[in-house]
């Protein structure tokens, strides 16, 4: 069974802020807590486009590194883009970034499905440690795009 996450957040700028900040994969390093030492090891544009594979360093756990590359496979401009791991600590991993229009600025939607290895020790992991170790990243950027922008 696929694991599920989703976080909404308001921010206070227009649909192309938004779009110019999230659609540049190099701020994803600001927006993700330091403890994981998140780190990106290919070459990068300064904007997504379909079939880019991006290519981390990340120590999610007992400080060992792990290689996690993903691929954007979907992009409609100022509206989403969908990540997918190719290679990485998931057995499944689906990252839809939507953007929408909102009263005080743009609705940022995240939708995650994801599935650990292992099976029945994966679920029993992701219940004591990766949904909540997810939560918390979901958070700091949450956290970050409020200093950032001013949200409230």
């Not at 938004?18 to 990068?44: G, H, Q, V, Y």
Request: net charge positive.
């Amino acid at each position: 069974m696929l694991h599920r996450l989703e976080q909404i957040q308001i921010i206070p700028i227009s649909v192309n802020e938004a779009w110019k900040f999230f659609s540049n994969p190099a701020n994803l390093s600001d927006m993700t807590p330091e403890k994981l030492k998140f780190r990106i090891i290919s070459e990068l544009p300064d904007k997504i486009y379909p079939g880019m594979i991006i290519e981390y360093k990340i120590k999610p756990m007992l400080n060992v590194s792990v290689t996690w590359v993903t691929e954007i496979i979907q992009v409609k401009e100022l509206e989403y883009f969908i990540d997918i791991q190719q290679f990485g600590p998931y057995k499944f991993w689906h990252h839809q970034h939507i953007f929408r229009e909102a009263d005080n600025g743009t609705e940022m939607k995240d939708v995650v499905h994801y599935l650990l290895p292992f099976g029945p020790i994966g679920r029993l992991v992701n219940s004591f440690i990766i949904k909540k170790q997810l939560k918390t990243i979901f958070s700091y950027r949450k956290e970050y795009l409020e200093k950032k922008y001013g949200c409230v």
